[in-house]
């Protein structure tokens, strides 16, 4: 059985700190339109109030880019053997 845990403090009027089991977030905004910024990333939500509809959009953190070593190893191994056919 899993348990959930979910708790929201309103601040002043249209700010909230939204706590989780696993993360911590800010939601800032008024009914149809709020954008949220927690540790996984920001959100922006905008709905039609009172019909239930509201469509999310998701903007997830930036990864770290991937280590090229490997890459640029490879490009240096391929132009040191073209040179040498010459």
């Known amino acids: 059985m899993r348990l959930n845990f979910f708790r929201r403090f309103r601040i002043v009027p249209g700010l909230w700190l939204n706590l989780s089991k696993r993360s911590i977030s800010a939601t800032v905004g ?6 949220t910024i927690g540790s996984r990333g920001k959100q922006i939500t ?3 109030p009172g019909t239930g509809l509201s469509a999310t959009k998701v903007m997830r953190k930036r990864t770290k ?3 090229d070593t490997g890459r640029r190893l490879l ?7 073209g040179r040498s056919r010459r």
């Open 30 to 35: 008024v009914r149809g339109l709020k954008a």
């Open 46 to 48: 905008a709905g039609l």
């Open 65 to 67: 880019p991937a280590d």
């Open 75 to 81: 490009e240096k191994a391929l132009r040191s053997k």
